[in-house]
């Protein structure tokens, strides 16, 4: 168990959510864990890190078997008077007209790559590859201000997601790459105090001590991989693809605008290499 005091914008903005979603979830016997830019935040915040762009949004990943125990949640919600319906958006509630809260279902309601929920506007879809292998082997809890204790995607289970989100819609997900490269960059403060203990075989590399820490990335995201055949090869045919599109391909690029602008392509194309190579190491149990 850990703990986080939350920033005063995100206590003021996200903990009269919290508050009504751990009551909405409760009443209706709903397991969820937090994910997206509110994730981020609270999992940086551990390490004392702080993210680089603030969030408006709250992403909460619900495991629900049927869509109607979804339906459920969210007539939950929307009769406490603070939720209203998003139009075209059957996957958000909107609370108290400024903040979009996106209910992401998992765990049953999954049909081929995605979730097909059937509303009145029509069939809407939605991906959710990886949330399960996530929920068991990539969350943690995590105490908020005393207040809520809630599961939250660690960080090597927000790389995986982020990957299969951008790799999903390239054209639109360009922060998940921000977020991604902002997670490399600071690994190594991450993982330092593991890095002798369980990772000294790689001081024995003469690789730059960034490329170890994305290389110890790898190692944490590999026991998320492990459960599923099809996910490993999701994730791996992402990073290999980017790695044989080189310095020249959007990943890399994208990778070195967020946080590398001062280092050359074959700088990010390395690190993204020593990721790749860590998934196929030895996995670690301990992850940050």
């Given at each position: 168990?850990?703990?986080?005091?939350?920033?005063?914008?995100?206590?003021?903005?996200?903990?009269?959510?919290?508050?009504?979603?751990?009551?909405?979830?409760?009443?209706?016997?709903?397991?969820?864990?937090?994910?997206?830019?509110?994730?981020?935040?609270?999992?940086?915040?551990?390490?004392?890190?702080?993210?680089?762009?603030?969030?408006?949004?709250?992403?909460?990943?619900?495991?629900?078997?049927?869509?109607?125990?979804?339906?459920?949640?969210?007539?939950?919600?929307?009769?406490?008077?603070?939720?209203a319906e998003v139009r075209?958006?059957?996957?958000?509630?909107?609370?108290?007209?400024?903040?979009?809260?996106?209910?992401?279902?998992?765990?049953?309601?999954?049909?081929?790559?995605?979730?097909?929920?059937?509303?009145?506007?029509?069939?809407?879809?939605?991906?959710?590859?990886?949330?399960?292998?996530?929920?068991?082997?990539?969350?943690?809890?995590v105490t908020l201000d005393?207040?809520?204790?809630?599961r939250v995607c660690d960080?090597?289970?927000?790389?995986?997601?982020?990957?299969?989100?951008?790799?999903?819609?390239?054209?639109?997900?360009?922060?998940?790459?921000?977020?991604?490269?902002?997670?490399?960059?600071?690994?190594?403060?991450?993982?330092?105090?593991?890095?002798?203990?369980?990772?000294?075989?790689?001081?024995?590399?003469?690789?730059?001590?960034?490329?170890?820490?994305?290389?110890?990335?790898?190692?944490?995201?590999?026991?998320?991989?492990?459960?599923?055949?099809?996910?490993?090869?999701?994730?791996?045919?992402?990073?290999?693809?980017?790695?044989?599109?080189?310095?020249?391909?959007?990943?890399?690029?994208?990778?070195?605008?967020?946080?590398?602008?001062?280092?050359?392509?074959?700088?990010?194309?390395?690190?993204?290499?020593?990721?790749?190579?860590?998934?196929?190491?030895?996995?670690?149990?301990?992850?940050?």
């Amino acid at each position: 168990m850990s703990n986080v005091s939350l920033t005063e914008y995100h206590r003021q903005r996200f903990s009269p959510i919290f508050e009504q979603i751990e009551l909405a979830c409760q009443k209706t016997n709903v397991d969820f864990y937090l994910v997206g830019a509110v994730a981020r935040d609270i999992s940086m915040a551990l390490h004392g890190l702080e993210a680089s762009r603030a969030t408006r949004d709250l992403d909460l990943a619900v495991l629900v078997p049927t869509e109607t125990d979804y339906q459920r949640l969210r007539e939950t919600l929307l009769a406490q008077g603070n939720f209203a319906e998003v139009r075209n958006m059957p996957f958000t509630l909107k609370y108290a007209e400024y903040t979009d809260v996106d209910l992401l279902p998992f765990g049953g309601m999954e049909l081929g790559s995605g979730i097909l929920l059937n509303r009145g506007e029509g069939v809407a879809r939605l991906a959710v590859t990886g949330f399960a292998e996530v929920y068991e082997h990539g969350t943690q809890l995590v105490t908020l201000d005393d207040q809520f204790t809630f599961r939250v995607c660690d960080l090597p289970g927000m790389v995986l997601l982020k990957l299969i989100a951008y790799d999903d819609r390239p054209e639109h997900r360009g922060k998940d790459l921000s977020d991604i490269s902002f997670i490399l960059k600071h690994y190594l403060d991450i993982a330092e105090s593991e890095l002798y203990e369980l990772h000294a075989d790689l001081l024995e590399n003469t690789v730059s001590l960034e490329q170890t820490a994305a290389r110890i990335l790898g190692r944490h995201i590999r026991p998320l991989l492990e459960p599923s055949r099809p996910l490993r090869t999701r994730i791996t045919g992402i990073l290999d693809r980017a790695i044989a599109d080189g310095p020249a391909g959007a990943i890399i690029r994208q990778l070195q605008a967020a946080q590398y602008r001062n280092d050359p392509l074959d700088t990010v194309l390395h690190l993204v290499q020593s990721l790749r190579q860590g998934l196929d190491d030895t996995p670690i149990t301990e992850t940050p």
